[in-house]
């Protein structure tokens, strides 16, 4: 790997053009949900270039539904393609491959941005706009590298399968098609924004909604009545004391510097229908974090089995307890042990660049890998450029040298753990 560092740096250098335009040309192009085909059409474009096996689909509604890890809003992929391309390896060597979302969250109000989210500004060596960071950046790493390889002529053992994915942020689609298209490896790279730390485990989620019950009366006679928002504070205290217990549970060194590995969070209160009447119903939406060693049914189910104990502390809740349901988007949680060989090749391969060991953390929400790590049996490591504290935000922005030293990174960890023909 070594013989290979200067080489992969001088040619990157070549490419920093190529590299900025090709990141403006993505993050032009509004890749919201239902809006991907233009900007695959790119990638099918650059990936032609490299004179790679490409790949192309809409996903199957019907085959996706009948998966239990399947979850969307969608009644049709059309026009939404999943983008393949294959480096076909030589024979004898370890697989690999490099996932990346295409998909961006919503813009927002466009008062917060300072420029056009779709404009792709540089400025200040940074490019901003919507999906800079998350994860159009991590994408060009890995097409940057996949380049540098070809350039050099470079005959890996493994193959590489890179895939360009659509619905990461609304559930993981487009990476279940791929799983069920059959494109599996010995390991896979996923560049989400990091901060370029290596995420081995990753925390998944699940979205709750809970039911909290009263008794409608007249404001003028409340005492008559039985406020629903009483109870929901109750409930509210519940779920603070469940999250605590949750959390001591959480013992592994990779969350020592995460406050709160797998939070409870309620993000949505609704209820009440009229400023004079007692409220009778409450409504609580959520995001339940669920920890790398659970599964999303054991942790839905002492969520479900400790709200019943509600009941011990208010007998309201005996005859009327709270409906707990489960609705909209979850991330698989996933766990790959830090011994694992890749993540070995990935360490190499950064603190060869960047000379100095790298930070080895669990991280705080879900991503694809947690699909590719299940149910592909693909250990997926989460390794890429960007920061996620400007993920999804206005001003959305990556720092353009932290995208070439990933590439730098994912270039020679796909030496290492692909293996080179003599």
């Known amino acids: 790997m070594k013989e290979y560092k200067e080489k992969v740096h001088e040619m ?5 053009s190529e590299g900025i335009n090709l990141l403006k040309r993505l993050v032009n192009e509004r890749s919201v949900q239902n809006h991907e085909e ?9 990936l032609r270039s490299l004179g790679l096996q490409i790949d192309v689909w809409e996903p199957d509604i019907n085959e996706l539904r009948a998966h239990p890890a399947f979850v969307s809003t969608r009644e049709t992929f059309k026009g939404s393609p999943n983008v393949v391309g294959l480096l076909r390896g030589s024979g004898g060597g370890r697989s690999l491959i490099l996932n990346g979302h295409i998909d961006v969250v ?12 779709y404009e792709a500004v540089v400025k200040d060596g940074k490019v901003y706009g919507r999906g800079a960071t998350d994860m159009k950046g991590g994408n060009v790493s890995m097409l940057l590298a996949l380049k540098v390889l070809k350039e050099l002529k470079v005959s890996l053992k493994g193959d590489v399968i890179f895939q360009s994915v659509i619905e990461e942020e609304s559930g993981g689609a487009g990476t279940l098609s791929c799983i069920l298209r059959g494109y599996k490896a010995d390991g896979a790279l996923i560049p989400e924004p990091t901060n370029m730390k290596i995420f081995p485990s990753q925390q998944g989620s699940a979205w709750f909604r809970i039911k909290v019950k009263g008794r409608s009366a007249h404001g003028g006679t409340r005492y008559e009545g039985v406020s629903a928002i009483e109870k929901a504070q109750k409930v509210l205290h519940h779920l603070n004391r469940l999250e605590k217990i949750r959390n001591e549970e959480i013992t592994s060194p990779l969350y020592k510097n995460v406050p709160i590995p797998i939070p409870i969070n309620v ?41 019943l104990t509600l009941s011990e502390e208010d007998e309201w809740f005996a005859l009327h307890p709270a409906e707990v349901s489960w609705f909209g988007a979850h991330w698989l949680p996933s766990e790959v042990e830090e011994t694992h060989p890749l993540i070995k090749c990935l360490t190499d391969a950064y603190s060869l660049i960047c000379k100095k060991e790298p930070t080895v953390e669990a991280s705080p929400w879900g991503t694809d890998g947690g699909l590719l790590t299940n149910c592909a049996k693909t250990p997926a490591i989460i390794f890429g450029p960007g920061v996620t504290e400007v993920a999804h935000f206005p001003n959305e922005y990556i720092e353009i040298e932290s995208v070439f030293q990933t590439a730098e ?7 290492d753990w692909c293996g080179v023909k003599e």
């Open 38 to 46: 233009s900007v695959q059409a790119i990638v099918i474009e650059y």
């Open 106 to 117: 919503p813009e927002g109000d466009i008062a917060w941005w300072d420029s056009d989210p």
């Open 267 to 307: 993000g949505k209160v609704s209820g009440g229908s009229w400023p004079s009447s007692v409220p009778d119903e409450v409504v609580l939406e959520g995001r339940l974090g669920i920890g790398p060693h659970e599964s999303i049914h054991d942790a839905k189910k002492m969520v479900e089995t400790s709200l």
């Open 409 to 415: 990174i994912i270039a020679l960890t796909m030496l």
């Open 12 to 16: 990157l250098t070549t490419y920093k």
